[in-house]
């Protein structure tokens, strides 16, 4: 659409230290040190002090720009 192409690209984002990430498939990840850390349970979320309201919704674009971290 030629409306939408006069839009500019904006910048991939970078997500914080210590924010919490879901992948499509709503697997929860946290970010640390630059890489994302997979979170087993909502127990073990709970477990280091954090609640799924906190998580944001990501694509999998996203997600791949983090390298691999252990779990969380």
Known sequence: DQEL?????????DFREGCLLASPDRTAYIV???RKHPV??????AELGRSAEEIIP???EDLRRLKEG???
């Open 5 to 13: 192409a006069a839009y500019p690209l904006m910048p991939a984002v």
């Open 32 to 34: 640390s040190r630059g």
């Open 40 to 45: 087993a349970s909502l127990q073990r979320l």
């Open 58 to 60: 990501v694509s999998w």
């Open 70 to 72: 252990g779990p969380a």
